[in-house]
């Protein structure tokens, strides 16, 4: 997004904490200006109270970003920053309109599951939020979540994530293999993929032939945890393909007979979008985003994963039609353009932006 708003005349300057830079340094990479901070906090050793030991070392980051910025500002002549709520990174508003948007803070995905989060990131997070001028989320999901989490009434905007649809385009002469389920994410349980491992068990046994790929980085613990789901002789269906650049990622979906996202919690499935845009059928969680992303039997199909004998059912009728899916693909791709396409967000993202400074006059 930052490239396409430079290529259409704003000035954008991305700052943040870089763990592989030795000093701040400051660069220009495709019209963008960067400034990647050093981390000079990370290794400051906790001092000693008695019997405990406290570390300030977050507090002394986000106050040393806080100030890295308002520097930036001046210098700059910045008119408006964007910040996220994961983490809560800013220690105080800055001198200009602040925007916050909202996809996925840990206290918000905490209270969706229902587990007990880190009461200091939440309070980061919520010191963030609360200085926000304005609130967007990546769905309505988690807008609303996020806002039950925090208590927080102030109204938000819904601007949805998007793709770039030329670079994940409809990829010709590719033969698209229909027993070919494709994962692309993270290789982690919030991606439902124990789900989806206990279900493609059950799909393995009355569909001999399908069989699943996975791309993302792997952690070799929980791929032993998964594989361990699916009985020893169905295994060797399984392929772990690791991590993909982005560069390669049109052409793996492209022949996939239909892509997955599982997910227990999604703010917003960027995968799923890049696969719909390469005419691709999909099959999203119905939990979370996915429903907002995917309207069921015409451009994809909303599937609940934590039934799993229903959705082995549901995912073998869905590849025995090559013919829905194949429309389903075509209607998905259409759909991206529309609603998704990096092109048309744009400028939702100006008009949001330039709305945001006119009430700050």
């Not at 967007?136 to 994530?161: E, M, R």
């Not at 279900?199 to 952690?219: C, K, Q, R």
């Not at 917003?268 to 059928?281: D, K, P, Q, W």
Request: glycine share 6%; with cysteine.
């Amino acid at each position: 997004m930052a490239e396409g708003l430079v290529a259409k005349g704003v000035k954008v300057m991305v700052l943040g904490y870089d763990p592989r830079v030795p000093e701040d340094i400051t660069s220009v990479e495709g019209g963008v200006t960067i400034i990647r901070l050093f981390d000079r906090y990370e290794k400051k050793k906790p001092f000693r109270i008695g019997r405990y030991y406290i570390s300030l070392k977050q507090f002394w980051k986000r106050i040393y970003l806080s100030k890295k910025l308002e520097s930036v500002i001046k210098e700059y002549r910045i008119d408006l920053v964007e910040s996220y709520d994961w983490s809560g990174p800013l220690w105080k508003k800055p001198s200009v309109p602040l925007v916050v948007r909202m996809h996925g803070a840990n206290a918000a995905y905490a209270y969706y599951e229902g587990v007990r989060g880190s009461k200091l990131v939440r309070y980061f997070e919520s010191r963030n939020l609360r200085i926000a001028d304005s609130l967007c989320a990546v769905s309505q999901h988690i807008g609303k979540i996020t806002c039950t989490a925090f208590n927080l009434k102030q109204p938000f905007t819904v601007i949805y994530n998007s793709t770039n649809t030329h670079h994940f385009s409809v990829q010709e002469n590719v033969q698209r293999d229909f027993r070919k389920i494709l994962y692309v994410g993270r290789i982690v349980k919030r991606k439902g993929l124990i789900e989806l491992f206990k279900t493609i068990n059950i799909l393995f046994d009355f569909n001999t032939g399908v069989h699943l790929d996975l791309a993302g980085s792997l952690n070799d613990t929980f791929h032993e945890e998964l594989l361990m789901l699916v009985d020893d002789p169905k295994r060797t269906r399984i392929n772990f393909l690791g991590f993909i650049p982005n560069a390669d990622l049109p052409l793996l979906y492209a022949r996939a007979g239909l892509f997955v996202m599982p997910s227990r919690a999604e703010a917003f499935g960027i995968t799923a979008i890049e696969a719909m845009s390469t005419s691709t059928a999909v099959a999203v969680t119905n939990k979370a985003s996915g429903p907002e992303i995917v309207e069921h039997g015409i451009d994809g199909y909303v599937v609940d994963f934590t039934n799993h004998s229903e959705a082995a059912k549901a995912i073998d009728a869905i590849l025995n039609d090559k013919e829905a899916l194949l429309k389903a693909g075509m209607k998905a791709r259409q759909k991206v353009i529309d609603n998704f396409s990096i092109d048309e967000l744009l400028s939702v993202n100006i008009d949001y932006y330039t709305n945001v400074l006119a009430r700050a006059v």
